[in-house]
T-cell receptor, first 112, second 113 residues
Framework: GENVEQHPSTLSVQEGDSAVIKCTYS??????FPWYKQELGKGPQLIID?????GEKKDQRIAVTLNKTAKHFSLHITETQPEDSAVYFC???????????FGKGTRLHILP | EPEVTQTPSHQVTQMGQEVILRCVPI?????FYWYRQILGQKVEFLVS????????KSEIFDDQFSVERPDGSNFTLKIRSTKLEDSAMYFC???????????FGPGTRLTVT
């Protein structure tokens, strides 16, 4: 079955700098790659997603890139702010109604 | 904005007891899921449910677990005889079927003592 690896497990960046989180997946049939943000005591919240027919997607300060050949995808957050501090999960799924397989998460700390 | 809701937010139970975790998915959604997250670990898939039956389950979802959609709005996860290792956050999620986004509820923290 699908396996998603994520790194780093912890990331500290200065406020205003950029943060990059990288993931790899194992199943070449996966075609949907969501990113979730989880704040303390809350459920995962979708922040951006990308499908396999697209190489890059951007939404304001957040962007995601996908390299299907290498089975890599990454989350980029620019101009980081204190409210970006959270745990971020990458994930992969086969289809729109299929289960989501999560990475282990990255705890992002934004330093003042 | 519509959201998935879950009750209770925290459930404490003794080992061997039965628990029922409740979820109200977004009203026009067709696919429903349960996931769990043991403290400090990744979110793991338990079961998916569509058209009043289980469509897929993980190896975690053994005979002690069951799911039900008793009416048009609720979706429940039952654990028949809880074990210490069932202590985790349990998240319900739903998908409309027209898009890819899975919307997660806030979770139920289950503590088995």
């Amino acid at each position: 079955g699908e396996n998603v690896e994520q790194h780093p497990s912890t990331l500290s960046v200065q406020e205003g700098d950029s943060a990059v989180i990288k993931c790899t997946y194992s199943d070449s049939a996966s075609n949907y790659f969501p990113w979730y943000k989880q704040e303390l005591g809350k459920g995962p919240q979708l922040i951006i997603d990308i499908r396999s027919n697209v190489g890059e997607k951007k939404d304001q300060r957040i962007a995601v890139t996908l390299n299907k050949t290498a089975k890599h995808f990454s989350l980029h957050i620019t101009e980081t702010q204190p409210e970006d501090s959270a745990v971020y999960f990458c994930a992969a799924s086969l289809n729109r109604d299929d289960k989501i397989i999560f990475g282990k998460g990255t705890r992002l700390h934004i330093l003042p | 904005e519509p959201e998935v809701t879950q009750t209770p937010s925290h459930q404490v139970t003794q080992m061997g007891q039965e628990v029922i975790l409740r979820c109200v998915p977004i009203s026009n959604h067709l696919y429903f899921y349960w996931y769990r997250q043991i403290l400090g670990q990744k979110v793991e898939f338990l079961v998916s449910f569509y058209n009043n039956e289980i469509s897929e389950k993980s190896e975690i979802f053994d005979d002690q677990f069951s799911v039900e959609r008793p009416d048009g709005s609720n979706f429940t996860l039952k654990i028949r005889s809880t074990k210490l290792e069932d202590s985790a956050m349990y998240f319900c999620a739903s998908v409309s079927g027209l898009s890819y986004e899975q919307y997660f509820g806030p979770g139920t923290r289950l503590t088995v003592t």
